[in-house]
């Protein structure tokens, strides 16, 4: 069992950045692929970016590519999204998941475990 909890959502103006924060408890994050997904209302949850199982390979979705960085704290077994040049299509509520496959994995149905969102929003 993971139990993953995020942080650092809110509200900050187009072009601007935010750092999203999530902590695992329960086993540790060398052990699962990680992903950071979003959900704007009325879309599908969409993948945003994530590391690959075992050798720790980034992956990012096109819309993110050059502005978001994916990294983790292996001793603070806490995984990080940073967020720059913020776009108002940015807003959603952002989820942390981790699950069992390997290689990159770009759809919901493969992770096993999530938390619970942070809210972000991006004002023109």
């Known amino acids: 069992q993971v139990h993953l909890v995020e942080s650092g959502g809110g509200l900050v103006q187009a072009g601007g950045s935010l750092r999203l924060s999530c902590e695992a408890s329960?086993?540790?994050?060398?052990?699962?692929?990680m992903g950071w997904f979003r959900q704007a209302p009325g879309k599908e949850r969409e993948f945003v970016a994530g590391?690959?199982?075992?050798?720790?390979?980034?992956y990012y979705a096109n819309s993110v590519k050059g502005r978001f960085t994916i990294s983790r704290d292996s001793a603070k077994n806490t995984v990080y999204l940073q967020m720059s040049s913020l776009k108002p299509e940015d807003t959603a509520v952002y989820y942390c998941?981790?699950?069992?496959?390997?290689?990159?994995?770009?759809?919901?149905?493969?992770?096993?475990?999530w938390g619970q969102g942070t809210q972000v929003t991006v004002s023109s």
């Open positions: 590391f690959t199982r075992g050798i720790y390979v980034t």
């Open positions: 998941s981790v699950g069992t496959r390997y290689g990159a994995s770009y759809t919901p149905s493969d992770y096993d475990y």
């Open positions: 329960g086993r540790t994050f060398s052990d699962y692929a």
